[in-house]
């Protein structure tokens, strides 16, 4: 059984910062890509950054420049560094974690129970 804990949200001020974790755990053979994917009340779930296993990353063009994703491939464990927050930015955060459970099987989706963000002062 596969699970992602997420930690690190919070309330925080516009133009601060915060770090998001997310440890996979679990029987796991590969992970290929992890990211996050946040949610606003009213709105469908986006994309917010992404990376693979090679290291390749991409983010949504609203927090480009802002916001950077990196990966610790040994501890299955992918990180959101999120610099000058803003109101726009709160919402739900969500780790998704692309794993492949056996040498020879596919990969499928897993998700995160969701931190939530808010940026206010």
């Known amino acids: 059984q596969v699970q992602l804990v997420e930690s690190g949200g919070g309330l925080v001020q516009p133009g601060g910062s915060l770090r998001l974790s997310c440890a996979a755990s679990?029987?796991?053979?590969?992970?290929?890509?992890m990211g996050w994917y946040r949610q606003a009340p009213g709105n469908q779930r986006e994309l917010v950054a992404r990376i693979i296993s090679g290291g390749s990353t991409n983010y949504a063009d609203s927090v480009e420049g802002r916001f950077t994703v990196s990966r610790d491939n040994a501890k299955n464990t992918v990180y959101l560094q999120m610099n000058s927050l803003k109101a726009e930015d709160t919402a739900v955060y969500f780790c998704?974690?692309?794993?492949?459970?056996?040498?020879?099987?596919?990969?499928?989706?897993?998700w995160g129970q969701g931190t939530q963000v808010t940026v206010s002062s």
């Open positions: 998704n974690a692309e794993i492949r459970l056996f040498a020879w099987g596919g990969s499928r989706d897993y």
């Open positions: 679990g029987s796991i053979f590969r992970i290929n890509a």
